[in-house]
């Protein structure tokens, strides 16, 4: 018989004490920061959810479409601001395009975002310089203010050429300090596409790249995994595609009335005010 946990329906205790790893979101999730995702600042409860998944040994990712910096950057920032999370604990979805430009056997890559330059090189790809006539298997677009008109030429010749055209997000805004800050990805892979006529693939955030990337760092099923975000259109609709365990929280981009008006086979299992509210459930649920 499934115990019960007070303010959970007995099946969702349950599911929730299956979880085998957590994927977390960053930015309206974990923390607040500026629109080039500096400054953070740990939300309610955050610092706390962390060392609690440490100290239990349930395993989890800090999955950010966010690509201002490289993973081992972010985590960093991170233990600036109080958490205490090793290099690898991050990914970004230059994680999920290493791993999906490996299976395609690409060798160059032009990169619009600083951020992604770092863990391509690292993987052992050629980084392309955004300018002029550039030759390269892909072109992939991050989160990149310093975007320019040159930028946009090079990277049309790059498809011209015959590059494929990836993005990190396709989200118009994500969770800033006061307020939603423009999600570059999505402007700057529109304005290729338009002029180029090319397909662009995402491999941030809902994709399954993201999800499967995630899982496989961490040695575990998308279906055991839990996901915690707070935009309905990417962490919620991610673990749910992948059946994966979908929370959401009030801190970011949505509020209750959000998620709760989505259609139903599009809702979060588990709708929360914050972590701070997430880590209380799994204490309890942990509890013996």
Same mark, same amino acid.
């Given at each position: ?16 004490r ?16 500026d629109?080039?995702q ?18 239990v ?16 950057d ?30 395609r056997?690409?060798?160059?890559v ?20 955004? $300018? @002029? %006539?550039?030759? +390269?298997? *892909? #072109?992939?677009? !991050? /989160?990149?203010?310093?975007? =320019? ?13 015959g ?77 749910? $595609? @992948? %059946?994966?365990? +979908?929370? *959401? #929280?009030?801190? !970011? /981009?949505?509020?209750?009335? =959000? ?30």
């Amino acid at each position: 018989m499934a115990r019960r946990v007070d303010g959970l329906p007995p099946e969702l205790a349950e599911r929730l004490r299956a979880v085998r790893g957590f994927v977390l979101d960053l930015d309206g999730t974990l923390v607040l920061g500026d629109r080039r995702q500096h400054r953070l600042r740990p939300l309610p409860g955050a610092v706390e959810l962390t060392r609690w998944l440490d100290t239990v040994g349930l395993p989890y990712r800090i999955f950010t479409n966010g690509t201002a910096l490289a993973p081992r950057d972010y985590a960093r920032r991170l233990r600036a601001a109080g958490f205490t999370v090793a290099d690898d604990a991050v990914l970004t979805p230059a994680d999920s395009a290493v791993d999906l430009f490996r299976r395609r056997r690409y060798e160059r890559v032009l990169a619009l975002s600083s951020g992604l330059v770092e863990p391509l090189r690292e993987a052992g790809f050629g980084v392309v310089e955004p $300018r @002029g %006539r550039p030759r +390269a298997d *892909a #072109v992939l677009v !991050g /989160l990149h203010r310093e975007f =320019t008109m040159d930028h946009l030429e090079a990277a049309c010749h790059a498809v011209w050429g015959g590059a494929a055209v990836y993005s990190s997000s396709q989200v118009a805004f994500f969770a800033a300090t006061g307020g939603r800050a423009l999600g570059t990805s999505r402007a700057i892979s529109a304005m290729i596409s338009s002029v180029t006529g090319c397909r662009v693939e995402l491999v941030g955030k809902p994709s399954r790249h993201a999800l499967g990337g995630a899982g496989r760092r961490l040695g575990v099923r998308p279906r055991d995994l839990a996901v915690v975000g707070d935009d309905p259109d990417l962490e919620v609709r991610m673990a749910l $595609r @992948g %059946r994966a365990l +979908a929370i *959401a #929280v009030c801190t !970011g /981009l949505a509020g209750p009335d =959000t998620f709760a008006g989505r259609p139903e086979a599009a809702r979060p299992h588990l709708t929360l005010s914050g972590v701070d509210q997430l880590l209380a459930l799994c204490r309890r649920v942990h509890a013996d």
